[in-house]
């Protein structure tokens, strides 16, 4: 039987069956085949693996697909499928630092995760695909170390039928049409983690917005008109964000508007997917828009090691809704704070938010409560040195993973007195805080 040794972290204290901290993912090279019709897809999965500890098996989380191969080097490995994990032989003993190439293919008709806040994933939309793997969405459709603080780097390829537009994370880098439908081909260059892994399939027309960051749109054609206007301001909210929270940090940005309607819009690295219900021809989702764009810096640039850290997105996320707003000439960040601080106070005081609990990451209090710590924090600072001190973290975080005490560290080299308390109180402790 194939067993494999476990360590124990935050991160299994919040998902425990998903991700291996025993190795990591250095990049992911898929190659699927999907039919849009009977729901199948054929996958191919070529994944770098590096060892963090010695070890001899590999684990990796994958849905309900029927695995007709395991290869590692080339050579024909045995392995267990069972539960959502996908467990393999490395063919050799591993030391840390050895890396493997490990092939799986395998083949099925993709259901979401079911979890918590619904089903997560890979999921059949009217006509199309969309993906949205947060928080642990990815085993869905690819066999993953599904784990935030494991980015890599990915090639996805995708062939569908040629009437459907396919949009994965990256850049196109070739597009080939034959009998059997369209490949598509994108490579991600910048590391990801697993759950903003994203492909969307869809009867999208196509629109470039102007701006010095490559911007495009898609959406149904019907929605035309109303797209291009609720996103016309798109290239203003950019550069504001570039001056507050330093520059974009990836080559482009694109956003898929779907002909269903989302309860929320979806986050991806380089992508943001949104419902037809947030259209109008009137702007009134243009906060969503913000968050989900803030998102490209606080989220997908920088992400989180442990989900525990969710308002080092979230938060972030939400504070630029008010700093766009305050931007754009609509209400001040301090008015959107003192009105939601109000909210907060009537609500239960019982969310740590540094630590909220598995079943709370999504809980608009840690999104909110975020949001008005950091705009505490600006009152603390100064905007000057609050937003110098933002556009330091997003630079020397690049890319990375992030944690609460790295940000509490980082904050504080911006302070002229200690921080202890103020961050004691708006994150660790489950009162709200006086709003100064």
């Given at each position: 039987m194939?067993?494999t040794?476990?360590?124990?972290?935050?991160?299994?204290?919040?998902?425990?069956?998903?991700?291996?901290?025993n190795?990591?993912?250095?990049?992911?090279?898929?190659?699927?085949d999907?039919?849009?019709?009977?729901?199948?897809?054929?996958?191919?999965?070529?994944?770098?693996?590096?060892?963090v500890?010695?070890?001899s098996?590999?684990?990796?989380?994958?849905?309900?697909?029927?695995?007709?191969?395991?290869?590692?080097?080339?050579?024909?490995?045995?392995?267990?499928?069972?539960?959502?994990?996908?467990?393999l032989s490395?063919?050799?003993?591993?030391?840390p630092?050895?890396?493997?190439?490990?092939?799986?293919?395998?083949s099925?008709?993709?259901r979401?995760?079911r979890s918590?806040?619904?089903?997560?994933?890979?999921?059949?939309?009217?006509?199309?695909v969309?993906?949205a793997?947060?928080?642990?969405?990815?085993?869905?459709?690819?066999?993953?170390?599904?784990?935030?603080?494991?980015?890599?780097?990915y090639?996805?390829?995708?062939?569908?039928?040629s009437?459907?537009?396919?949009i994965?994370n990256?850049?196109l880098?070739?597009?080939?049409?034959?009998?059997?439908?369209?490949?598509?081909?994108?490579?991600?260059?910048e590391p990801?983690?697993?759950?903003l892994?994203?492909?969307?399939?869809?009867?999208?027309?196509?629109?470039?917005?102007p701006?010095?960051v490559?911007?495009?749109?898609?959406?149904p054609?019907r929605?035309?008109a109303?797209?291009k206007?609720?996103?016309?301001r798109?290239?203003?909210?950019?550069?504001?964000?570039?001056?507050?929270?330093?520059?974009?940090?990836?080559?482009a940005?694109?956003?898929?508007?779907?002909d269903?309607?989302?309860?929320i819009?979806?986050?991806?690295?380089g992508?943001?997917i949104f419902?037809?219900?947030h259209?109008?021809?009137?702007?009134r989702?243009?906060?969503?828009?913000?968050?989900?764009l803030a998102?490209q810096?606080?989220?997908n640039?920088?992400?989180?090691?442990?989900?525990?850290?969710?308002?080092?997105?979230e938060?972030?996320?939400a504070?630029?809704?008010?700093?766009?707003?305050?931007?754009?000439?609509?209400?001040?960040?301090?008015?959107?704070?003192?009105?939601w601080?109000?909210?907060?106070?009537s609500?239960?005081?019982d969310?740590?938010?540094?630590?909220?609990?598995?079943e709370?990451i999504?809980?608009?209090?840690?999104?909110?409560?975020?949001?008005?710590?950091?705009?505490a924090?600006?009152?603390?600072?100064?905007?000057?040195?609050?937003?110098?001190m933002?556009?330091?973290?997003?630079?020397?975080?690049?890319?990375?993973?992030?944690?609460?005490?790295?940000?509490i560290?980082?904050?504080?080299?911006y302070?002229?007195?200690?921080?202890?308390?103020?961050?004691?109180?708006?994150?660790?402790?489950?009162?709200?805080?006086?709003?100064?």
């Amino acid at each position: 039987m194939l067993e494999t040794k476990r360590n124990v972290s935050v991160h299994d204290r919040y998902f425990a069956r998903h991700g291996d901290e025993n190795h990591r993912v250095d990049h992911y090279d898929l190659t699927l085949d999907y039919r849009i019709g009977p729901n199948r897809l054929d996958g191919v999965a070529r994944l770098t693996l590096v060892a963090v500890e010695p070890l001899s098996l590999l684990r990796l989380d994958l849905g309900a697909f029927r695995v007709s191969q395991v290869l590692v080097d080339g050579e024909r490995v045995p392995y267990t499928h069972r539960e959502n994990k996908l467990t393999l032989s490395a063919g050799r003993p591993l030391e840390p630092g050895e890396a493997v190439v490990a092939e799986v293919r395998y083949s099925g008709s993709p259901r979401p995760v079911r979890s918590h806040w619904g089903d997560l994933g890979w999921e059949e939309l009217t006509d199309g695909v969309i993906v949205a793997s947060q928080p642990i969405g990815a085993p869905s459709w690819f066999p993953c170390n599904d784990r935030p603080g494991n980015k890599a780097s990915y090639r996805i390829s995708v062939t569908a039928a040629s009437a459907y537009q396919v949009i994965a994370n990256g850049r196109l880098v070739s597009k080939s049409r034959a009998a059997s439908g369209t490949t598509w081909v994108y490579e991600q260059d910048e590391p990801m983690a697993t759950y903003l892994a994203s492909v969307q399939i869809g009867r999208y027309q196509r629109a470039e917005l102007p701006g010095t960051v490559p911007q495009s749109l898609a959406f149904p054609g019907r929605l035309a008109a109303q797209v291009k206007h609720d996103f016309g301001r798109q290239e203003h909210m950019l550069a504001v964000f570039a001056e507050r929270f330093g520059p974009y940090p990836f080559d482009a940005y694109n956003v898929v508007v779907v002909d269903d309607e989302l309860e929320i819009p979806i986050e991806a690295q380089g992508m943001s997917i949104f419902g037809r219900n947030h259209v109008d021809g009137r702007r009134r989702s243009e906060r969503l828009v913000a968050h989900e764009l803030a998102h490209q810096w606080f989220g997908n640039s920088l992400t989180l090691a442990d989900w525990r850290d969710i308002w080092l997105h979230e938060g972030f996320s939400a504070y630029a809704e008010w700093v766009w707003s305050e931007a754009s000439g609509d209400e001040p960040a301090g008015e959107h704070a003192r009105r939601w601080h109000r909210r907060l106070a009537s609500l239960p005081q019982d969310l740590v938010l540094a630590d909220p609990g598995p079943e709370n990451i999504f809980d608009d209090r840690v999104y909110k409560r975020g949001a008005l710590a950091l705009h505490a924090l600006r009152g603390t600072l100064g905007d000057a040195a609050f937003f110098a001190m933002v556009r330091e973290w997003t630079a020397a975080k690049r890319y990375g993973v992030v944690t609460t005490r790295e940000f509490i560290g980082h904050a504080q080299r911006y302070a002229h007195r200690p921080l202890d308390t103020f961050f004691w109180t708006w994150l660790y402790d489950a009162r709200l805080p006086y709003l100064p």
